[in-house]
C-alpha cells in the first residue's frame, strides 16, 4: 500500500521562501510520475509541477519560482518555492501517478501574508 506524507508548509510573508517535503512509502518505481498540486478555497485543485523520466514541468503561475526535485534512493520529493505570494496560498498535496492510480497524500496548509 503506497502512502505519501506531505511535511514542510507553514505561514510565510510575501517574498519569502519554503520547501514542502513528500515521503512516499510502499511499492514505488522510478518510472512514476510525482507531483505537486495545490487547492486555495472555493477553488479546483490545480497541478503546481510534475516530475518524471522524461519531463519537468511546471504551472505557469509557479514557473521561474518553483523547482519540483526528487530523490528516487529515498523515495522522497521536494518542493522548493522562492518568492512567494499571497495567491500561492493554499494547502499543497503530494502526487503519485501510476499506470493503474492516483495517490495523494493528506496536504500541507501553505499561507502567504501580504
Known amino acids: 500500500q503506497v502512502q505519501l506524507v506531505e511535511s514542510g508548509g507553514g505561514l510565510v510573508q510575501t517574498g519569502g521562501s519554503l520547501r514542502l517535503s513528500c515521503a512516499a512509502s510502499?511499492?514505488?518505481?522510478?518510472?512514476?510520475?510525482m507531483g505537486w498540486y495545490r487547492q486555495a478555497p472555493g477553488k479546483q485543485r490545480e497541478l503546481v509541477a510534475i516530475t518524471s523520466r522524461r519531463i519537468t514541468d511546471y504551472a505557469d503561475s509557479v514557473r521561474g519560482r518553483f523547482t519540483i526535485s526528487r530523490d528516487n534512493g529515498k523515495n522522497m520529493v521536494y518542493l522548493q518555492m522562492n518568492s512567494l505570494k499571497p495567491e500561492d496560498t493554499a494547502v499543497y498535496y503530494c502526487?503519485?501517478?501510476?499506470?493503474?492510480?492516483?495517490?495523494w497524500g493528506q496536504g500541507t496548509q501553505v499561507t502567504v501574508s501580504s
Open positions: 510502499g511499492s514505488i518505481s522510478s518510472r512514476d510520475t
Open positions: 502526487n503519485l501517478n501510476t499506470w493503474y492510480r492516483d495517490y
